[in-house]
């Protein structure tokens, strides 16, 4: 049996930078609602949203349970005296996802999609960079120097 490999994957060409959406001005205006938001008439049946496992009660327990291991992982270097990394990394990720979590919580019910479109995606992209952008600077912190412990302890006695 010959294997033979498609042209279309062994060209130079088939490297191709991905096409960038075309963006037009109509694209940056917001969206018209209808009065009240009451799309139909109001004796229409209610017709609810799919369920997300990212979104509503699931994630406000996520919100939750970060929060209850946040507390802990808070008081451990303070009470105990002892700097560890691994401890001082988790309460750093956990800080950070409940952080980002929070702002994505106001980014949903101030920017909402439905109304504003293209810049509910703007900010939920600035998000994920600023996101990106406070992991690496924990990643400097925990390697360069002694942890976010350590910077709060030193604020603390100044």
Request: aromatic share 12%; net charge neutral; proline share 8%.
């Amino acid at each position: 049996m010959v294997l033979r490999i498609n042209p279309q994957f062994s060209s130079p060409l088939s490297f191709k930078l991905p096409r960038l959406p075309r963006l037009k001005l109509e694209d940056f205006k917001l969206k018209q609602q209808p009065p009240g938001n009451i799309v139909g008439t109001v004796n229409d049946a209610y017709v609810p949203p799919a369920p997300n496992e990212y979104h509503g009660s699931y994630h406000w327990a996520y919100e939750r349970i970060v929060t209850l291991g946040m507390a802990p992982l808070m008081l451990a270097p303070f009470v105990g005296g002892v700097e560890y990394p691994l401890v001082d990394a988790g309460m750093g990720m956990l800080l950070l996802w409940h952080c980002k979590a929070g702002f994505e919580s106001c980014i949903i019910d101030y920017i909402p999609l439905r109304v504003y479109g293209i810049w509910h995606k703007v900010a939920m992209g600035l998000l994920s960079a600023g996101t990106w952008l406070a992991l690496y600077g924990l990643y400097v912190v925990e390697t360069e120097q002694n942890g976010l412990c350590s910077i709060i302890y030193s604020l603390w006695r100044a």
